[in-house]
T-cell receptor, first 111, second 109 residues
Framework: DTAVSQTPKYLVTQMGNDKSIKCEQNLGHDTMYWYKQDSKKFLKIMFSYNNKELIINETVPNRFSPKSPDKAHLNLHINSLELGDSAVYFC??????????FGPGTRLLVL | RKEVEQDPGPFNVPEGATVAFNCTYSNSASQSFFWYRQDCRKEPKLLMS???SGNEDGRFTAQLNRASQYISLLIRDSKLSDSATYLC??????????FGAGTRLTVKP
């Protein structure tokens, strides 16, 4: 029973390509998030959606576009990938005021 | 100033040692506090919530000082399996979680 799942687990691509990462949660949570963990292991929030509505949009290049088709899904599309986008991207979900559950992460490498 | 600051580490301790991690946060309106644990190449997982009165879970004790905006985690009788990165996490009223940079702990035989 996977609570928060992400696909793909690994993503290797060339600069300039467009790619998407998918996230699904089966916990019935109303809020979902995208976090980026860089090479220094620092976890930084990117976006937050509550009931399909964008709540948090940190200073992220507009090449990154989240989409939430329903409460259980939050996808991340990245246009024109750059070397600096290489990182681990974690999806998470929560139900206020509880803590977060994280997905297993998507390791993105841009060559 | 970072929103959540932690001891940079790394901490290298022998089995059986007691080790303490500290964390400070900048937003006085923060509402909830947690310690997460992250193993190498894995996702962060909740270790314990932190309550104002302090709380204990086995060998782990968490403390919160709202006046000083300070959180701590104490691990007693360290085990090899405690080796991981410990993340201090602060939740704001926007339901977002802000993470510290993490403190790496290595417990050696």
């Amino acid at each position: 029973d996977t609570a928060v799942s992400q696909t793909p687990k690994y993503l290797v691509t060339q600069m300039g390509n467009d790619k998407s990462i998918k996230c699904e949660q089966n916990l019935g949570h109303d809020t979902m998030y995208w976090y980026k963990q860089d090479s220094k292991k620092f976890l930084k929030i990117m976006f937050s959606y509550n009931n399909k509505e964008l709540i948090i949009n940190e200073t992220v290049p507009n090449r990154f576009s989240p989409k939430s088709p329903d409460k259980a899904h939050l996808n991340l599309h990245i246009n024109s990938l750059e070397l600096g986008d290489s990182a681990v991207y974690f999806c998470a979900s929560s139900h206020y005021p509880s803590f977060f559950y994280f997905g297993p992460g998507t390791r993105l490498l841009v060559l | 100033r970072k929103e959540v600051e932690q001891d940079p580490g790394p901490f290298n301790v022998p089995e059986g040692a007691t080790v303490a991690f500290n964390c400070t946060y900048s937003n006085s309106a923060s509402q909830s506090f947690f310690w997460y644990r992250q193993d190498c190449r894995k996702e962060p997982k909740l270790l314990m919530s932190v309550y104002s009165s302090g709380n204990e879970d086995g060998r782990f004790t968490a403390q919160l000082n709202r006046a000083s905006q300070y959180i701590s985690l104490l691990i007693r009788d360290s085990k090899l399996s405690d080796s991981a990165t410990y993340l201090c996490v602060v939740k704001g009223n926007n339901n977002d979680m802000r993470f510290g940079a993490g403190t790496r702990l290595t417990v050696k035989p």
